[in-house]
């Protein structure tokens, strides 16, 4: 997907001649009010697979790609793109959306209109299925709310209401499944405030394409419009269009639009603001200490190159690098002649900033350097001198350890929950508060890393913290801590509080993040009462999934797949679990396994099927994935493989938090001969399991482990303490020295002492085990 810079060739003042070895204290700079960032998103889908293709699409989009970058704006731009390519350059362009923005959205391509909805058609829709809605189109309204949630305004531009491509068609939409025909043409929609929606006709009425190899009436007329009168404000310049699009159409089209603008908006880029002037301040005990010192008024010689080192962030400052590297002390004017190929140049009240091109890019290192270059011309007696300047940046550890994914505040770097790595990420985001206590970013992403330590409270802190300081995404982490049911709270000393959590949820929905879509709207589909409450909540997740949140198509998916319910809709079910699936989703994993193993549609039982998604779950780290596996074994499911090898798959399950994986593998053991395996081991498994969050599994153990014999309750006391790194014998009598090592362990781990009890002492040894390697009850 092309980006291109917006080029600012506009003179700014840096400064010249500071003397070799000279140290910059302070660099003052005027005030001038910033141009806000302008951010457009352009597509043309002209090829279609399997409906006709467009004959101006593609030239219609390249012409106004072309038009905005001209007027300044930074151009996400993308051509004959699919489901997923649409999802991500929406994803794209929501992590690069800065707040207080200007942002215009363009489309030209197929759409159409299914109940009250419009839905705009990706290069590969085919309807085979009247559920594939979902997961085969984008919806407008979504779109534009999701881009223009932290703008402030917005245009989106529709030149898309050409024949329906699905005469008599019918399809689900809405959580009750009724069936809406698609019609040609848009229908009118509410659009958010200081918004405007163009569309290229009238409610309900077809466009035209116009000549092959030319431009649409309509888009022919925004650029024309534009060209003639550059100065104008948007609702003067759509007024031109329609009259102009009447009239070259003889009366057939007619454009309409639908505006909550209460400021005026231009796509000329107003004048920029009065170049900032650069006054440096030098080190008083520095002062003179060169016998190289020139004198204003003498000639600045400029370097043909240099490298400036900085971190990399969202907004990365460059006035004072730049000066030092340049060596500069008078005012000197220069222009932006090579614009950087992976960002822009920015001269705002605060300097020359440097805006990186942010993408999602899952975080596989903990170190990772990146860089940019671009070319700055200054304007000096004996003619231009171009300097290339090479930006090197070092991507903070704590973003590579614990950056979240589509955080609309962090730099696209992320790992997703079972890939955090506890001891490092936590080490790395206490570095990275430390040292930048102002960047809320930090503080979300240490509470993500003490999150997934079982440091709940410290979590709870840092996310309100960071939602305090405009974070978005901590908004989402400090509702969940406030409703989950995963968490002692007790332990934890964090009240419970819906009422809060969803004021919050709220706040995250309003500001574009689909992770509070999905925490929400599952609240909503699971608990609500209402028909209303369960729809709000579908909405939710399905706007959550349409940005390609897999755990909202998981929802979803299992919700229609639920047996014995009146929304047991298998196939609507898989169209969402094969999305989660198809974008490497654990979980989508599982459940398609489940589906499998369990006969859910109309394929049946497929035991083999359901062992290999099992297989790729567990090897991605889904926390009950083993246990199932281990399930399939005894039930005889899985060809040549016996009790040892479900004991060591519940093995791996009990390791990740899962009490099941625990039980089972103990029952197994004790109810028959597994090889190396006693009945020592299978209570140690017990004690462990019963420490765990699944409360159901936890009575299960308990209820095993009751009237073990008191030798045998010891022998797994002291072969624990072992494991633990005791040196001790395992005779089964518990002494003093055992009972000493067992109170200084649990001391050590804030634990309180065991009563005078084999059981007791078991469990508090299990306690123990869990204290020093804890598990993840955020997965589960």
Not at 203 to 219: I, K, L, W
Request: some cysteine; glycine content about 8%.
């Amino acid at each position: 997907m092309p980006i291109a810079p917006a080029l600012d060739t506009g003179l700014r003042h840096l400064l010249t001649g500071l003397a070799l070895g000279t140290l910059m204290s302070t660099v003052a700079l005027s005030q001038a009010a910033p141009n806000p960032a302008r951010l457009a998103v352009v597509i043309g889908n002209q090829d279609y697979a399997e409906i006709p293709d467009l004959g101006n699409a593609r030239h219609d989009a390249e012409r106004m790609a072309d038009l905005l970058r001209t007027e300044g704006f930074t151009v996400f731009d993308a051509y004959d793109i699919d489901r997923r390519g649409f999802e991500d350059l929406l994803r794209t362009s929501i992590l690069n959306v800065s707040d207080g923005a200007e942002i215009v959205f363009f489309y030209a391509g197929h759409g159409l209109q299914i109940g009250r909805r419009n839905y705009l058609l990706p290069v590969d829709v085919a309807f085979d299925s009247i559920y594939d809605l979902p997961v085969e189109s984008v919806t407008l309204d979504r779109a534009i709310e999701v881009l223009s949630a932290r703008g402030e305004v917005h245009v989106a531009i529709i030149d898309a209401c050409r024949d329906n491509p699905f005469p008599d068609k019918m399809m689900a939409g809405n959580l009750d499944a009724s069936l809406f025909e698609t019609r040609s043409g848009f229908d009118a929609f509410q659009t958010p405030l200081n918004s405007l929606v163009a569309f290229s006709t009238a409610p309900g009425m077809v466009a035209f394409d116009g000549q092959g190899g030319e431009n649409s009436p309509y888009t022919a007329a925004i650029l024309a419009a534009v060209d003639a009168y550059p100065d104008d404000d948007i609702l003067s310049v759509f007024a031109r269009v329609r009259e102009n699009v009447y009239k070259s159409t003889k009366g057939k089209q007619v454009p309409w639009e639908s505006s909550t603008l209460v400021q005026p908006f231009r796509l000329r880029k107003q004048g920029a603001p009065t170049p900032p002037v650069l006054l440096a301040e030098t080190d008083p005990a520095q002062e003179g200490a060169s016998s190289e010192t020139r004198t204003a008024s003498e000639p600045a010689t400029l370097p043909a190159a240099v490298t400036i080192t900085a971190t990399y962030d969202r907004d990365v400052p460059l006035t004072a690098a730049l000066t030092r590297a340049l060596k500069l002390t008078e005012a000197l004017d220069f222009a932006v002649t090579t614009p950087p190929s992976d960002g822009t140049l920015s001269v705002v009240d605060n300097g020359v900033i440097y805006r990186p091109r942010l993408s999602e890019r899952p975080a596989t290192t903990r170190q990772l350097n990146l860089s940019d270059s671009f070319t700055v011309t200054f304007d000096l007696p004996d003619g231009p001198a171009p300097v290339t300047v090479t930006l090197d940046m070092e991507v903070n550890g704590c973003d590579l350890a614990a950056g979240d994914a589509l955080d609309p505040g962090g730099v696209g770097f992320y790992r997703l929950p079972n890939e955090i790595e506890i001891a490092p990420a936590l080490a790395d985001c206490r570095a990275a508060v430390s040292q930048n206590p102002d960047t809320p970013r930090f503080r979300y992403q240490l509470g993500r890393a003490e999150q997934a330590a079982g440091l709940f409270k410290a979590s709870f802190d840092n996310f309100s913290a960071a939602a305090d300081a405009g974070h978005i995404r901590a908004l989402n982490g400090t509702a969940r801590l406030l409703i989950t049911d995963k968490i002692d709270r007790a332990a934890a000393d964090i009240a419970a509080d819906p009422i809060r959590a969803m004021a919050l949820y709220d706040q995250g929905i309003a500001a574009g993040d689909p992770y509070a879509m999905h925490s929400k709207g599952l609240h909503l589909l699971r608990n609500s009462d209402t028909d209303q409450g369960r729809q709000e909540g579908f909405e939710l997740l399905d706007r959550a999934a349409e940005l390609g949140h897999t755990y909202s198509m998981n929802e979803l998916g299992i919700y229609f797949l639920t047996p014995d319910t009146n929304h047991f809709l298998p196939e609507r079910g898989m169209r969402y679990l094969r999305a989660s699936a198809a974008r490497n989703d654990i979980y989508g994993y599982f459940n398609l396994g489940f589906v499998a193993q369990n006969g859910l549609t109309e394929d049946g039982i497929d035991l083999a099927s359901a062992y290999d998604w099992f297989v790729k779950a567990a090897d991605g780290g889904h926390p009950i994935g083993p246990a199932a596996l281990g399930r399939m074994i005894v039930n005889g499911q899985v060809p040549d493989q016996g009790p040892q090898q479900a004991v060591e798959w519940y093995d791996q399950g009990l390791a990740r938090g899962d009490g099941w994986g625990g039980v089972n593998a103990a029952e197994l053991i004790l109810n028959s001969a597994v090889q190396g395996q006693t009945r020592t081991s299978a209570l140690i498994r017990l004690a462990k399991a019963r420490h765990l969050s699944n409360s159901k599994a936890s009575e299960a153990a308990a209820a095993l482990l009751a009237n073990q014999p008191p030798k045998e309750l010891a022998l797994a006391t002291q072969t624990l303490l072992v494991e633990l790194g005791a040196t001790m014998p395992i005779d089964g009598a518990i002494g003093p020295m055992t009972r000493r090592i067992l109170d200084r362990m649990a001391q050590d781990n804030g634990l309180p002492p065991a009563s005078n009890d084999r059981l007791s002492e078991l469990e508090t040894a299990a306690r123990v085990y869990w204290a020093e390697r804890p598990t993840r009850p955020d997965l589960f």
